[in-house]
């Protein structure tokens, strides 16, 4: 069973729109890491939230960890063209306190910006 | 600093070949995982370390192999290839508790 559930799966805004994506974790969540990926290259690190209520921000990117909820958010505002691309939340298992080592990541948001 | 860095970047086998893909990281980071990457799947964890001399399976484990016998080095074996391991293939690493760094990926066709 999938442990990280991302919506949607995909996404077309216009330029300067802003949007949300979400990631939803079966088990309880210690933490969570944010990655972007170009088409046909690897993951780009964004940040990472340990805390319940973290909130952290990149740029123009937001991410907050809902914990209570097994969820986080990945907000973009007044979105552009270098947005566009595959995002991904991702856990290791050392943040579930079990199998150290072992990650999981969500299927992926990829996201369209219209100019 | 390189990273993550993979070899090949592409590569084509044919049906019952085996090959390496090669992975070093010069961060010395403790955790090491291979991934694969397919469309509509996402990401699969194929089997991860998460120190030298450890290794340990991942989700789609069969038909490949690794060790780990220096912190740096992380090779991922395809035994004896099939047309269903066509993919791209991720190496990334990590310091416990941080966000993994990925190598740029092989794309491997089996044919």
């Known amino acids: 069973s999938q442990e990280l559930e991302q919506s949607p799966q995909s996404l077309i805004v216009q330029e300067g729109k802003n949007l949300t994506i979400n990631c939803t974790s079966s088990k309880t969540l210690y933490g969570l890491y944010w990655y972007k990926q170009k088409y046909g290259e690897g993951l780009i690190f964004l940040m990472m939230l340990q805390k319940g209520g973290e909130e952290k921000s990149h740029e123009k990117i937001t991410a907050k960890l809902d914990e209570k909820k097994q969820q986080s958010s990945l907000h973009i505002t007044a979105s552009q063209p270098s947005h566009a691309g595959i995002y991904l939340c991702?856990?290791?298992?050392?943040?579930?306190?079990?199998?150290?080592?072992?990650?999981?990541f969500g299927d992926g948001t990829t996201l369209t910006v219209k100019p | 600093n390189a990273g993550v860095t993979q070899t090949p970047k592409f590569q084509v086998l044919k049906t019952g070949q085996s090959m390496t893909l090669q992975c070093a990281q010069d961060?010395?980071?403790?955790?090491m995982s291979w991934y694969r990457q397919d469309p509509g799947m996402g990401l699969r964890l194929i089997h991860y370390?998460?120190?030298?001399?450890?290794?340990d399976q991942g989700e789609v484990p069969n038909g490949y192999n690794v060790s780990r016998s220096t912190t740096e080095d992380f090779p991922l074996r395809l035994l004896s290839a099939a047309p269903s391991q066509t993919s791209v293939y991720f190496c990334a690493s990590a310091l416990r508790g941080n966000g993994y760094t990925f190598g740029s990926g092989t794309r491997l066709t089996v044919v």
């Open positions: 991702g856990a290791d298992a050392a943040l579930y306190n079990t199998n150290a080592g072992k990650s999981t």
């Open positions: 961060m010395n980071h403790e955790y």
């Open positions: 370390s998460v120190g030298a001399g450890i290794t």
